[in-house]
């Protein structure tokens, strides 16, 4: 009997099934990546719709009686102004799928709407009348945290899928700002 015709058979099985094995490994190994990349990529699309949604608040002004300008988010009373800060707290805490800019000009405007309006607020007097008037005077401060804004997601955009680059230039963030904490103002009952 010639045992080298069943030598070459047996030594191509075990070289076809050890390639076959290692193809497949590769090809689950190359599937995961993707399926961990869409994850981490789901994650950001939703960090940035937040954003998108903040944004489209702020585009809202109206005229008050003596003519000026003051944001939606103001002109709108307590209970509204109330649920905007916290919506714009939930998308602070998505910062960590957003880029490092984004994540700090968030938090930049929530401690200018705590600072330069909720904190100036007298809780003696009528809440909504101080909340417009406030807002009339912060109307281009907003506008230009608005813009910033924009821009910011509009850049970030264009670069969304790429995960591995925002990966690897992702820095734990530090806090950059202090400010001097006060309990919102709740509605009196």
């Known amino acids: 009997m010639d045992y080298s015709i069943l030598l070459a058979v047996?030594?191509?099985s075990l070289l076809a099934?050890?390639?076959?094995?290692?193809?497949?490994?590769r090809l689950q190994h190359e599937s995961y990546k993707r399926e961990y990349y869409k994850k981490l990529l789901d994650k950001r699309i939703k960090a940035y719709e937040a954003i998108e949604n903040i944004v489209e608040r702020?585009?809202?002004?109206?005229?008050?009686?003596d003519g000026r300008l003051c944001p939606q988010i103001c002109a709108s009373g307590q209970d509204y102004?109330?649920?905007?800060?916290?919506?714009?707290?939930?998308?602070?805490?998505?910062?960590t799928w957003l880029n490092d800019k984004t994540g700090r000009k968030l938090t930049e405007f929530n401690i200018f709407l705590?600072?330069?309006?909720?904190?100036?607020?007298?809780?003696?007097?009528?809440?909504?009348?101080?909340?417009?008037?406030?807002?009339?005077?912060?109307?281009?401060?907003?506008?230009g945290f608005r813009?910033?804004?924009?821009?910011?997601?509009?850049?970030?955009?264009r670069t969304l899928h790429h995960v591995k680059r925002f990966i690897k230039d992702k820095k734990p963030s530090r806090p950059i700002l202090r400010l001097n904490l006060k309990s919102p103002h709740m509605k009196k009952q």
Request: glycine share 6%; no cysteine.
């Open 10 to 12: 047996l030594s191509s």
């Open 17 to 25: 099934a050890g390639l076959t094995g290692f193809i497949n490994w």
């Open 58 to 65: 702020l585009n809202g002004q109206v005229h008050i009686n």
């Open 81 to 95: 102004f109330a649920r905007f800060l916290a919506m714009l707290f939930s998308s602070i805490e998505y910062s």
């Open 114 to 143: 705590l600072q330069n309006i909720d904190h100036k607020i007298d809780e003696n007097n009528n809440y909504d009348e101080q909340l417009v008037e406030i807002g009339a005077q912060q109307v281009e401060g907003i506008r």
């Open 147 to 157: 813009e910033e804004l924009k821009i910011l997601l509009y850049q970030d955009l």
